[in-house]
RNA sequence: GGUCCCGUAUUUCAAUGGAUAGAAUUUGAGAUUCCGAUUCUCAAGAUGUAGGUUCGAUUCCUACCGGGACUACCA
């Protein structure tokens, strides 16, 4: 049943019986809780069909309404706002279709796909608090497409080539001692990372002593020893020296165990990886093709650059001078090799901060420019970084929030606090030691979540994460209450039904009509690709259902036709709960 | 200089052009014969400035003020 077609068209049908007019565009809001009603009408931009005042033609409405239609039991005139009450059999048979759905809320596959990139790291150091943000929106937003019916492909990059690999490893020669994850006991991303702190250290003590000699800062910069090793083994790279290979293949294999080990923590996953070291070559082709063409053009020093001045951009590098690529080259290659991977895929979707929105317009119109259609079907979803109390994270100055550490902690969070609440006494070590983990995490992905990606966003990691309030353990808390209710009822031997009711209490029809914007609030959140819509849902949804807990005895009332309802409205919101927080990539436990 | 994003309670976040701008947090006052007190109720407290568009603006437009990002032959 959708209900809000039906009482669209009911309004559609007044309006034309009314004023012989028919009209597109309604306005339809939920009704401010200090006014009787669920749904009102604007009538504001009727008046001009009914050549009445708001008033007189809200009133002519919802007369209409109640005389001919099926839904509206009654309704109130407040300025030009219609506030409709539906009938109790109206939410019934709403509800009971809800019910009846096992799939409420998800799409039946729309025979779609799309990919969703996003985390993407350098392989060069740990992942941190900025990637925690990145990982949970994509992997979230990539849920939110598969719950409306579409195939999705996660995917990531890895940028496992450049300067900024050759770093960690020329440091980890000159001072390394062949040291590795198993003898340090570090974890490889970390070791990795090690290295290429130790290597910064170094350039800078190197960059010092030659100004302190008369060199000037660019000379200084290049002539650094360490840094002269450090080019000459990414040129041995290119050349593919079986040595430099090897190694490069060992710490970045380091890296990525160590990866795993966060992404597992973390609950995301990848369909493909993408390597940059494979498609760089293949950004290289299409740029020449374009050269050919005449897409591009080639200076005078053999670069080769597109103008973008009449797009209102800039003139862009593709190759450089030695026809070595660039970023831009090798995301056109990574790109259009992925089109070819999944020739179904219709869009895609790049996870990434907003500090690169200058290059995906560029990427697009490039890729447009190439002549292909697909191009203006990719959308950069772009995120806002998160700042710490003491400003930006600065991986340079220390200042950086690190993944691991970080989950860790909010585990051990949720543990003290829990602990303090001693309600642990019937699980076992593993059962808590899981719920622990669900609790904290489930903390960290709301929290990241609930705020609207393109906004930079505050974390203070001195606050202990809140366990109360606009959090996720208060949804996690309500769905486990929920589930003590439903056990509770089975073993009163209440089952779940939907019967005839006399009348419902407005509390529950509040539950109802809550449960009931599932579905247009996953819309909302696709189309803004925005978990943050799903998260305030599951947030309002939790309240009402808590104001209604306080509100109305569930199971210690006489009437077993009410209790029955009551538990499948328990029973419904519990699993509408539980879907959205899947959404996010939040567990929910079912006691805690 | 140019392009783009953001300015909302003490603080962190909401609000398809709609009604008295919502939550959480903080502070103060209260509820609970319990189905689980990580709950619920009440109170205090905010749209950077100046214009414009209109029945109506936090939202759209213009200017200014404040914060940030980008504007590399780095990735």
């Known amino acids: 049943m959708n209900l809000d077609l039906s009482l669209r068209s009911e309004i559609k049908n007044a309006v034309t019986a009314l004023f012989n007019q028919s009209i597109d ?21 009727l008046a001009k069909i009914s050549k009445k005042g708001p008033e007189e033609t809200a009133r002519l409405i919802g007369d209409h309404l109640v005389a001919h239609g099926n839904l509206v039991s009654k309704f109130n005139v407040v300025k030009g706002f219609l506030n409709l009450t539906l009938t109790d059999t109206t939410w019934l048979d709403l509800f009971v279709s809800i019910y009846n759905d096992k799939n409420f809320g998800a799409l039946p596959s729309n025979g779609k796909e799309i990919m969703v990139e996003y985390s993407s ?74 290295y290429y702190v130790e290597f910064d250290k170094v350039y800078k003590s190197q960059i010092r002593e030659l100004e302190e000699k008369g060199s000037s800062k660019e000379t200084a910069e290049k002539e650094a020893p360490i840094m002269k090793l450090a080019v000459s083994m990414l040129q041995q790279w290119e050349q593919k020296d079986p040595q430099i290979v090897k190694l490069w293949r060992m710490m970045n294999g380091w890296v990525y165990a160590g990866f795993d080990v966060t992404y597992k923590r973390m609950g995301v996953n990848f369909e493909k990886l993408y390597y940059e070291s494979e498609t760089y070559l293949l950004g290289k082709e299409e740029v020449l093709r374009g050269l050919e063409q005449g897409v ?78 697909w191009a203006k079907e990719c959308f950069h979803l772009s995120y806002g970084m998160v700042d710490l109390p003491s400003g930006k994270m600065k991986s340079r100055e220390g200042t950086v929030v690190d993944a691991d550490d970080l989950m860790q902690e909010m585990a051990e969070d949720a543990e003290k606090q829990s602990r303090e609440l001693g309600k642990l006494d019937e699980m076992t070590e593993q059962e808590s030691k899981d719920l622990f983990e669900m609790i ?38 309500t769905h486990a209450r ?111």
């Open 482 to 592: 929920i589930c003590s209710i439903l056990r509770k009822a089975k073993d009163q031997g209440v089952t779940a039904a939907v019967e005839k009711l006399p009348a419902l209490e407005p509390a529950e029809r509040n539950v109802i009509a809550v449960i009931y914007q599932y579905q247009s609030k996953l819309q909302e959140a696709a189309r803004e690709y925005s978990p943050a819509a799903i998260a305030n849902y599951a947030y309002d949804l939790a309240k009402e259902y808590n104001q209604f807990y306080q509100s109305i005895p569930i199971l210690n009332e006489m009437d077993a036709v009410k209790q029955k309802f009551r538990v499948a409205l328990s029973f419904v919101v519990a699993s509408v709960l539980k879907k959205s927080m899947h959404l996010l990539g939040i567990g929910v436990p079912e006691r805690m």
């Open 121 to 194: 790291p350098n392989t060069n150091k740990p992942l941190h608090l900025g990637h925690l943000r990145n990982n949970f929106l994509g992997w979230s937003v990539a849920e939110i497409y598969k719950a409306l019916g579409y195939t999705v492909h996660k995917v990531q990059i890895i940028n496992d080539r450049g300067i900024h690999i050759c770093k960690s490893m020329t440091a980890w020669q000159l001072y390394g001692n062949a040291e590795t994850p198993e003898s340090s006991g570090l974890k490889g991303d970390k070791l990795v990372g090690k």
């Open 296 to 373: 591009f053009f080639r200076k005078d020093d053999g670069s080769v650059w597109v103008d973008l001045t009449g797009d209102g951009l800039d003139q862009k590098v593709l190759l450089r001078a030695d026809g070595t690529s660039v970023y831009m080259t090798q995301d056109i290659g990574t790109a259009i090799l992925r089109f070819r991977d999944f020739p179904k895929i219709e869009k895609q979707v790049y996870t990434v901060g907003n500090e690169q929105e200058y290059h995906f317009k560029v990427l697009f119109l490039i890729l447009s420019k190439l002549g292909y259609a």
């Open 25 to 45: 565009q309604l306005q339809i809001q939920p009704t401010n809780a200090e006014f009787e009603g669920s749904h009102t009408l604007v009538c504001f931009p």
């Open 440 to 477: 904290g995490l489930g903390a960290l992905k709301f929290f990241l979540l609930k705020v609207d990606p393109r906004k930079r966003m505050l974390f203070d990691p001195e606050e202990s994460i809140q366990l109360q309030g606009h959090t996720g353990p208060f949804i996690q808390y």
